[in-house]
């Protein structure tokens, strides 16, 4: 069951407006009758759905409060867990940086093949390491291809097999 103040047509808080208005249209009629000089129970059932309107209006404005707490409280729960994850995954991605450091000092890259190395890796095209780069696409195709030979690699998707295939690997078993 869709909650009446989160129906996807309706702006949020609409039913309270709409309680109110149909409290204030009774509130005026009771008014109206009660000067009229109406009959006593005809008066009381006009109040009774009055009051009955209003403590239905409070108890959707508290179960909403309710609502908008535990979401509070799963947002802050959530943003803790994003921020543990990004604390996790940078102290990951340092160690794959430091790893791909090691392999490119073992390779004899140069600075620009290094340089070339990363962009590659990061999935960038030759147009745009060479456009990175402020070099010419067919130097940037020279340079990867140096990455390519000193690796032993055939190509782009040897380079990123290389260091990405072991961070694949299904995890263990808990």
Do not use: C, N
């Amino acid at each position: 069951m869709v909650p009446l103040d989160e129906t996807p047509s309706r702006p949020a808080g609409w039913w309270v407006a709409s309680l109110a208005a149909v409290t204030l249209l009774i509130a005026v009629d009771v008014v109206e009758d009660w000067s009229e000089g109406s009959d006593p129970l005809h008066l009381a059932l006009e109040l009774a759905a009055m009051v009955t309107l209003v403590a239905v209006g409070f108890a959707m404005l508290r179960r909403r409060e309710r609502r908008i707490g535990s979401l509070t409280r799963d947002l802050s729960r959530s943003r803790e867990e994003a921020e543990r994850w990004r604390g996790e995954a940078e102290q990951a991605l340092r160690g794959l940086g430091e790893a791909i450091d090691l392999q490119f000092d073992r390779w004899e890259l140069t600075p620009a093949e290094r340089e070339v190395g990363l962009l590659l890796l990061k999935g960038l095209s030759l147009k745009e390491v060479a456009r990175a780069r402020s070099t010419s696409e067919r130097t940037a195709r020279v340079q990867a291809g140096a990455v390519y030979r000193k690796g032993g690699l055939s190509g782009r998707s040897e380079l990123s097999a290389f260091f990405l295939e072991d961070l694949l690997l299904p995890s263990r078993e808990r």
